[in-house]
């Protein structure tokens, strides 16, 4: 009983705790989502403001 026992601890252990990844999709829908998030934002101080934020300007220059 102990021998058939321990194996299976051990499997139920591993199983346990794994975590199942995220997919393509889930993880392409949360970075939609933060992109359009990070748009919106964007947007919003334009139109109030007029001007784009000033990390925009840092952003163009480090991609170069």
């Given at each position: 009983m102990r021998g058939v026992?321990?194996?299976?601890?051990?499997?139920?252990a591993l199983l346990g705790?794994?975590?199942?990844?995220?997919d393509f999709e889930e993880r392409y829908d949360a970075a939609n989502k933060t992109?359009?998030?990070?748009?919106?934002a964007?947007?919003?101080q334009i139109a109030?403001?007029?001007?784009?934020?000033a990390d925009a300007e840092e952003d163009?220059?480090?991609?170069?």
């Open positions: 026992l321990v194996p299976v601890l051990a499997l139920a705790g794994c975590k199942r990844e995220p992109i359009v998030d990070k748009a919106k964007i947007d919003a109030g403001t007029g001007v784009p934020p163009d220059k480090t991609e170069s």
